[in-house]
Each structure stands twice: as C-alpha cells, then as structure tokens.
C-alpha cells in the first residue's frame, strides 16, 4: 500500500530515506555527492511522482520504490 510521504513526520521521513540511500547505495558518477544531497534528491523524486513510500502489510516493512516499478505489480 502506498503512504503519502507528506502524512510522515519529516524526521521519520528523513531517517527512511537516509536508510534507504546508504542501502542502495546509488551511483552518482565521478563526483562526491553529500548525503544531504541525496537526501533531497529523493525527497524531490517522491514530489514529483517518481519514487512512492509503500508499506508492505506481508513484512511490516516499509520502502521507497520507484512509482513505475510499484503500479507495474498491482
């Protein structure tokens, strides 16, 4: 099920989406990119529809996904 990620508290928010940042581990290039940034990258991908806040009821777990992969199971 998707959470809208504007009804999350904003540290919930931020600590969801650092975690999942240091897990994914995302390459951004030759350059260093601050955790910061990325944090507001995905920040920004989740206002634009990109990325969505799914909470699994089956593994009480919740996830950042990108929206095309979440609506292409359902």
């Known amino acids: 099920m998707i959470i809208p990620f504007s009804q999350l508290n904003e540290d919930t928010l931020n600590n969801l989406i650092e975690q999942f940042v240091l897990q994914e581990g995302t ?16 920040k920004q991908q989740l206002k634009d529809g990109v990325a969505v806040v799914v909470y699994s ?4 777990s919740v996830h950042i996904v990108p929206a095309d992969r979440f609506h292409s199971r359902t």
């Open 27 to 42: 390459e951004y290039g030759a350059e260093d990119v601050t955790l910061a940034e990325k944090v507001n990258e995905v």
């Open 57 to 60: 009821e089956l593994h009480e």
